[in-house]
Every structure is written in structure tokens, then in C-alpha cells.
């Protein structure tokens, strides 16, 4: 079982509809968890982070987590043509006295004008 | 505040010769990261250093790569010699901890990246 999993997609939805992105991840012990969005030829960009168990909101952005279940979701609001991108879920799991943040391959995004 | 910074950010080269990449965290984070992104991937940890010393190597193909980051600041990753399945770009990210224990908060910022490619 791969640590860190998400549909690569393509995930394909129209303009103003909802987009959800979802993660599943394999080390229970694991407690924070990352989405990064990534253009085409740049670099991961931090969109949100989230803790505990539930909803977080950010403007359109809303992570959901359920830590019984080891899954953790990414909801976009009202989608835009500039939210095409890729997604990637980050979980930052306690290896050791260490933390390591393993991604999962990532989730392309597309929303169609 | 200033992000990270990595240079160069393009690079090509033909396999088996040598290449070195240079990252400059954000000012005051103590961890620094090196990590590998194939096309297609999500990225992969090669090195992780907590001030000057390693934390986590690991992933890294210690057979040709190697990485220092003197003075706890900068930090050169080398790959010698280069192999056509070392085309990626590599990533480098820091991030300051607050806190400790389960309850820490560790957020990493990534620079923009080297595009390798190994002819």
C-alpha cells in the first residue's frame, strides 16, 4: 500500500462548480496534513493545512479531515479556469524523532471556462 | 520576506558527467530539504538537514549524489556521475518548526526548483 494516495485524474469540471480532491493516507500515527497546488512548470505552492479532525475554511478552499478513516479531502468552491493545476497531498508522518512529509503523486486539476 | 532561492534554474548535461545545485532557505529556518520530482510524480525526499547535520538521507542514491549545507545556512546538492533516470527537477524547501511533540507545526516553502535533464 503506497503511503500517501490520490486519484491522478484528470479531474475535469466546469466553471463555478464544486472540485473535490481526495487523499488517502496509510500511517495512522500521522497528524498534519498538506495540500500544495503546482502549476505546469513551477514549484509547489502551500494552499492549506490542516490538524484536526473536521472542515477548514479558506475563501473557497475548504480541507476536510477524518483521521479514523485516514482520509483527507480538498474542496474548491466556484472553481476557476486559474485553479487548473496539479494537487498534491502532503502528510507529514512521524518517522522516528523525525518528521518526513511523503506526497502523494497528485491530482490534475482542469476547469473548463 | 525573501523565499527560497535555487540556482541554477535550468541545466542540461550528458550522463556520467557532474552537476551541483545551491539553495538558500528562508531566512531563520533551521530545516532545509532536497527533493526529487520526476515528470508526472510527486516530489520525493533525498536529504533533510536540521541545521548543519542530516536528519534523514535515506532516499539518497548515495552512490552519486551527495549534499552539504555548511554553516547551516546554504546547502549544494551534487550528483556525480549523472544517469539518464536522474532527469527531475529538484526541489528544495525550508521550513521553521513551532513547537514540539504531536502538536508541532512544521510547513515547508519550496524555491523554484532545477530542471535537470540528463542527455
Known amino acids: 500500500q503506497k503511503e500517501v494516495e490520490q486519484n491522478s485524474g484528470p479531474l475535469s469540471v466546469p466553471e463555478g462548480a464544486i472540485a473535490s480532491l481526495n487523499c488517502t493516507y496509510s500511517d495512522r500515527g500521522s497528524q498534519s496534513f498538506f495540500w500544495y497546488r503546482q502549476y505546469s512548470g513551477k514549484s509547489p505552492e502551500l494552499i492549506m493545512f490542516?490538524?484536526?479532525?473536521g472542515d477548514k475554511e479558506d475563501g473557497r478552499f475548504t480541507a476536510q479531515l477524518n483521521k479514523a478513516s485516514q482520509y483527507v479531502s480538498l474542496l474548491i468552491r466556484d472553481s476557476q479556469p486559474s485553479d487548473s493545476a496539479t494537487y498534491l497531498c502532503a502528510v507529514n508522518m512521524v518517522k522516528g524523532s523525525n518528521y518526513k512529509l511523503t506526497f502523494g503523486k497528485g491530482t490534475l486539476l482542469t476547469v473548463n471556462p | 520576506e525573501a523565499g527560497v532561492a535555487q540556482s541554477p534554474r535550468y541545466k542540461i548535461i550528458e550522463k556520467r558527467q557532474s552537476v551541483a545545485f545551491w539553495c538558500n532557505p528562508i531566512?531563520?529556518?533551521?530545516?532545509l530539504y532536497w527533493y526529487q520530482q520526476i515528470l508526472g510524480q510527486g516530489p520525493k525526499l533525498l536529504i533533510q538537514?536540521?541545521?548543519?547535520?542530516?536528519?534523514?538521507d535515506s532516499q539518497l542514491p548515495k552512490d552519486r549524489f551527495s549534499a552539504e549545507r555548511l554553516k547551516g545556512v546554504d546547502s549544494t546538492l551534487k550528483i556525480q556521475p549523472a544517469k539518464l533516470e536522474d532527469s527531475a527537477v529538484y526541489l528544495c524547501?525550508?521550513?521553521?518548526?513551532?513547537?514540539?511533540?504531536?502538536?508541532?507545526?512544521?510547513?515547508?516553502?519550496f524555491g523554484a526548483g532545477t530542471r535537470l535533464s540528463v542527455l
Open positions: 538537514f536540521q541545521n548543519n547535520g542530516v536528519v534523514d
Open positions: 531566512s531563520g529556518h533551521a530545516t
Open positions: 524547501a525550508s521550513s521553521l518548526q513551532v513547537g514540539s511533540g504531536v502538536g508541532a507545526k512544521n510547513i515547508q516553502y
Open positions: 490542516i490538524y484536526s479532525n
